[in-house]
């Protein structure tokens, strides 16, 4: 893909900081589309660096990093003095 093509590389600056291009692929995946790693590469920038953030491996490592004990049947239910929650009538 040439830099001629790309849409992106019009308005760099502005079109970069909102994260926008016209295809519209960067704002509905949060990942640049063709046009901005085309625009990028142009640039000498690593398209990778401008994810967002919740693709990258520290966010999924984050979210992954507590651990939740399963609890294999109600038996093991602790016991609660709230009301019990009944269906609709």
């Known amino acids: 893909?040439?830099?001629?093509?790309?849409?992106?590389?019009k308005d760099n600056t502005r079109k970069k900081q909102k994260k926008h291009c016209d295809c519209r692929l960067w704002m509905l995946r949060g990942i640049p589309?063709?046009?901005?790693?085309?625009?990028?590469?142009?640039?000498?920038?690593?398209?990778?660096q401008h994810v967002e953030h919740w693709y990258k491996k520290e966010t999924f490592l984050k979210v992954y990093n507590h651990f939740i004990q399963p609890i294999p049947n109600m038996m093991m239910w602790r016991e609660t003095t709230n009301s019990s929650?009944?269906?609709?009538?």
């Open 1 to 9: 893909m040439d830099i001629r093509h790309c849409t992106y590389g």
């Open 33 to 48: 589309c063709p046009h901005a790693i085309c625009a990028y590469y142009y640039l000498n920038q690593d398209p990778d």
């Open 85 to 89: 929650i009944e269906p609709p009538k």
